[in-house]
C-alpha cells in the first residue's frame, strides 16, 4: 500500500474520536515514518497532529508542530492541507488578539476549503472569520459570515452543528443588542438545543449552558445563571474529555459567580487557574477578562491597591496601545480605580483616553472594512489567474498534442522511404517502378505536412480567438499574419518554429516583427514579448 492510499484519511478524523485518541493514531503513523517515509506525508500528518494539540489545549506544542509544517505545506502540500494549516494559523492568531494578521489567513482557508467543497471545514472557516470581524467591530459582515454558517450546518442537517453556529451568532449579537435581548437569546438557544439533540453530554452543549449562566450574571440574574452553571458542572462531570480550548470560558463563568457571592476564594481560585491555563495557550483575551473580575472586585470591596495591582498586570499582558478594543477597556478600568481613590485629575486623564481609544476604535472599523474588501479582492483575482494558467496550459497541451501528430507523420514518411531504398537494394530488375512509387509517397508525405501547416494554423486561430480578437482591437493597423505571428510568440514558440509552422523563412518572421512593432509604436528598448503578455487572454 502506497503512503499516500494509506494515509490519506480526512482530518475528519478529528470529528469521530476523541483528542486523546487522534493524537495518538497520529503520533504513531508519524512514528512509523520517521525512518524514512515520504516528507511529504509527514508534513501532512504533522498539520493534523497540531490540531489535535489545539483540541487538547496544548497551544505551544500546536504552534511547534504548525512552525515544522507551514512552510513545507504553504508552498509544496496539497490544496486540502494548505487549507488546514492556512485554518490553523488564524485560530492561533486569534488566540493571541492578532486579528489583523489573522482575519487574511482565515478568509484564504475559507476560500480553500469552499473551492474544494469541504462544508464542515468551510462551515467553521466562515465561523472564524465571523469571529475575527466581530473583534474588529465589524458586526454586519460578522453576522453575515455566521448566517451562511448555519446554512451549511442545516444542509448537513447536523443539529450539533447547528447549535454551535446559533451560539456563536448570538455572541457577535451580544456586541450590539441590550443585554435583556442578550439573554433572551442565551436562553432561546439553550431550549431549542435540548429540543434538538436531546440529553447526549458534549462540551459544545455545555459552553451553550455557560454563556447563558454569564450573560444572565451580567444582567443581573444571579439564581438564574447559577442554574445553568450547575447544568453546565453536571455536563462537564460527564465528559471523558473535554476541549481544552473552551475551558478559559467556564473558569470565568464559576469566577463571575464567586464574586457575586462574595466568594474570594472561589474567585481567586478560578480565575488562577483560568490564568494560568490562558498563559499555557497563549489567549489574552480571556486572562484579561480575569484579572478585570479581580479588578472590580476588590474595587467594589474597598481594596484599591489590590483592584490597582491586578489592574497593574492585566495592562502588562495586554497587546498594547495599538489594540484600541483591549486599550479602551483598559482605560475605563484606570478611571473608575482614579474615581474611587478621589483622584479627580487622573480620572479625567483616563476617562479622556478612554473615550479617544472608542473614537479611534470607530475609525478603525472603515479601515478594516477596506481590507477585508481588498483580500477577498486579492483571492478572486488570483481565482482568475488559476483559470487563466489552466486555459493556457490546456492550449498548450492542444499545441503538443498537434505538434507530436505531425512528428509522427514525419517518421512514418522516414520509416516509408526506409524501407523503400531496402526494397531497392533488393529488387535491381524493378527499380523503375520502385522509384516512381518512392517519388508518389514523398510527394504525398509533402501534401500530408502542408495539410497538418493548414490544421495547425485553423486550430491555433481557434484557441487563440480571444487573444487576437483583443489583439486587434487594440492594434487595428497589425494584418491577419502579423496577428497570428503575434500569437505564436505570445504562446513561447520562437522565430524558427514560427518560419517553419507558417511555412516561410526567418527573414519574413523578422520583418513581420519588425512591422508589428512599428505599428505598435514601440520603442528600441521596449520588449515586445512583454507587451503581447498584457494582452487579455
Known amino acids: 500500500m502506497k503512503d499516500q492510499d494509506k494515509y490519506d484519511d480526512d482530518p475528519i478524523l478529528l470529528e469521530k474520536v476523541s483528542f486523546t485518541e487522534c493524537r495518538s493514531i497520529l503520533a504513531g503513523q508519524l512514528k512509523e515514518l520517521s525512518k524514512g517515509g515520504s516528507e511529504k506525508i509527514k508534513m501532512i500528518l504533522m498539520a493534523r497532529l497540531a490540531m489535535a494539540e489545539m483540541g487538547l489545549g496544548n497551544m505551544t506544542e500546536a504552534e511547534k508542530l504548525i512552525d515544522k509544517c507551514r512552510n513545507h505545506i504553504l508552498e509544496y502540500g496539497p490544496q486540502k492541507e494548505r487549507g488546514y494549516v492556512t485554518f490553523l494559523i ?55 459570515y455566521m448566517n451562511r454558517a448555519i446554512e451549511i450546518s442545516r444542509s448537513l442537517e447536523d443539529s ?51 454563556n447563558a449562566a454569564r450573560v444572565n450574571i451580567r444582567g443581573g440574574q444571579v439564581k438564574r445563571a447559577k442554574v445553568y452553571a450547575k447544568v453546565a458542572d453536571d455536563i462537564r462531570a460527564m465528559l471523558k474529555e473535554d476541549n481544552a480550548t473552551l475551558m478559559p470560558d467556564y473558569y470565568i463563568m464559576h469566577a463571575m459567580i464567586s464574586a457575586v457571592d462574595d466568594d474570594e476564594r472561589g474567585m481567586l481560585a478560578y480565575t488562577d487557574t483560568c490564568i494560568s491555563l490562558c498563559r499555557k495557550q497563549k489567549i489574552i483575551l480571556a486572562a484579561l477578562q480575569a484579572y478585570e473580575i479581580r479588578f472590580k472586585y476588590y474595587l467594589r470591596h474597598g481594596q484599591p491597591d ?34 474611587a481613590t478621589g483622584d479627580a485629575n487622573n480620572e479625567l486623564k483616563y476617562t479622556k483616553k478612554s473615550y479617544e481609544y472608542k473614537m479611534h476604535a470607530q475609525q478603525l472599523v472603515l479601515t478594516h472594512r477596506i ?17 487563466i494558467m489552466k486555459k493556457e496550459l490546456n492550449i498548450k497541451s492542444q499545441e503538443l498534442n498537434l505538434s507530436n501528430h505531425y512528428l509522427q507523420q514525419r517518421n512514418d514518411l522516414l520509416g516509408d522511404l526506409k524501407e523503400s531504398i531496402n526494397s531497392l537494394k533488393k529488387e535491381n530488375s524493378q527499380r523503375e517502378v520502385i522509384f516512381q512509387t518512392l517519388f508518389r509517397k514523398i510527394d504525398m508525405a509533402f501534401n500530408k505536412e502542408e495539410n497538418e501547416k493548414n490544421l495547425f494554423k485553423e486550430k491555433f486561430d481557434k484557441a487563440h480567438t480571444d487573444f487576437i480578437r483583443n489583439l486587434s482591437n487594440e492594434y487595428p493597423k497589425l494584418s491577419v499574419t502579423e496577428c497570428r505571428v503575434c ?8 522565430t524558427k518554429e514560427i518560419a517553419t509552422l507558417l511555412s516561410t523563412t526567418e527573414r519574413n518572421i523578422e520583418t513581420h516583427r519588425l512591422h508589428v512593432r512599428k505599428k505598435m509604436n514601440l520603442k528600441r528598448n521596449d520588449n515586445l514579448n512583454l507587451v503581447l503578455a498584457s494582452i487579455k487572454f
Open 90 to 144: 488564524a485560530v492561533l492568531l486569534s488566540a493571541q488578539a492578532d486579528y489583523e494578521k489573522g482575519m487574511p489567513m482565515a478568509l484564504k482557508a475559507l476560500h480553500i476549503f469552499t473551492t474544494l467543497d469541504i462544508p464542515v471545514f468551510e462551515m467553521r472557516a466562515l465561523i472564524m472569520c465571523g469571529r475575527y470581524c466581530m473583534r474588529l467591530h465589524m458586526t454586519d459582515e460578522a453576522i453575515e
Open 371 to 387: 481590507k477585508h474588501l481588498n483580500a477577498i479582492h486579492e483571492l478572486e483575482i488570483k481565482e482568475k489567474e488559476n483559470e
Open 487 to 494: 500569437a505564436l510568440l505570445h504562446s513561447g514558440f520562437n
Open 306 to 339: 489590590l483592584a490597582k495591582k491586578y489592574l497593574d498586570k492585566a495592562a502588562a499582558m495586554a497587546p498594547g496601545e495599538e489594540n484600541h478594543l483591549f486599550a479602551s477597556i483598559l482605560s475605563q478600568c484606570y478611571s473608575d480605580y482614579y474615581k
Open 160 to 210: 450539533a452543528q447547528t447549535i454551535l453556529c446559533m451560539f456563536n451568532l448570538n455572541d457577535i449579537k451580544s456586541e450590539v443588542l441590550p443585554q435583556s435581548e442578550t439573554i433572551r437569546n442565551a436562553e432561546q438557544l439553550v431550549k431549542h438545543m435540548t429540543d434538538t439533540i436531546g440529553d447526549a453530554p458534549s462540551y459544545m452543549k455545555a459552553n451553550v449552558y455557560e
